[in-house]
């Protein structure tokens, strides 16, 4: 078991690794437009400076177990060494001293299922690791959803922004390029608005040749099932009043 924690670690940390740039690559990047102003980019929740400071942490060693959207299917996760999932209601509404209580066993290595951890933790500072905490609740909202609609958003702007605008109301700069076919504005989607997350989930899976005529590919071929769901938990909060405000906003 020691000896599958450390194959663990090791493949964290090599999923971390980033290759040096030559001195071409290095002028390319300082020649690089600035990237645009994110200021028209819908926001899945607001999050705290704790949070974002957290949310660094954990995208940069906490993401290879636990996975982006928390669902514990992170490249380093195997089936000897699966992190749960942190979309359960115990960890939607817990606070860091119950997050911290919770992972103590772990991080003392008398936790026989995630042995991993009290080599993880030796990784950051024991306050890094405590901020990292607060990102958590963030991470699973909204709790009616089994998707991350902060993942999600990441996931959006990546990959659905070109043609549903980076604030959803589909005016991507793809849009104009599309005959006869204009893409979802979320923010007024009837579809969305019906609060059915089931049917929004099949019609981002199967994309549009199936279900309403347009040229969306069918994501499902492309995504996981865990990140369609962080897109689905992303769009439901492009229309006020179908989640739950955040708990840390109350």
Not at 119 to 140: D, G, M, R
Not at 173 to 188: E, I, M, N, Q, S
Not at 195 to 219: C, F, I, L
């Amino acid at each position: 078991m020691r000896k599958l924690a450390l194959i663990a670690l090791t493949t964290a940390l090599a999923a971390c690794d980033e290759p040096a740039q030559t001195p071409q690559a290095e002028a390319e990047t300082a020649a690089a437009p600035a990237a645009a102003p994110a200021a028209d980019v819908h926001q899945a929740a607001a999050l705290t400076p704790q949070q974002q400071e957290g949310k660094v942490i954990f995208e940069s060693v906490c993401w290879t177990c636990h996975g982006s959207g928390g669902h514990g299917d992170g490249p380093a996760s195997t089936p000897a060494l699966k992190p749960p999932t942190f979309h359960t209601p115990d960890y939607a509404a817990a606070s860091q001293a119950i997050l911290l209580q919770r992972f103590q066993a772990s991080l003392q290595g008398a936790d026989a299922s995630h042995p991993h951890m009290q080599y993880v933790v030796k990784l950051v500072l024991e306050e890094s690791f405590k901020t990292a905490l607060t990102y958590i609740p963030a991470l699973v909202y909204p709790s009616e959803i089994p998707g991350s609609a902060v993942h999600g958003q990441d996931l959006f702007q990546y990959r659905c922004a070109g043609c549903h605008g980076t604030s959803g109301r589909g005016d991507g700069p793809g849009a104009a390029a599309l005959v006869d076919v204009k893409p979802v504005d979320f923010t007024t989607d009837t579809l969305v608005a019906k609060g059915n997350w089931d049917a929004v989930y099949a019609k981002v899976r199967e994309g549009g040749q199936r279900v309403h005529g347009s040229t969306m590919p069918p994501w499902g071929q492309i995504l996981t099932d865990a990140d369609l769901w962080d897109l689905v938990a992303y769009l439901a909060t492009f229309q006020p009043g179908l989640v739950a405000p955040p708990s840390w906003g109350n």
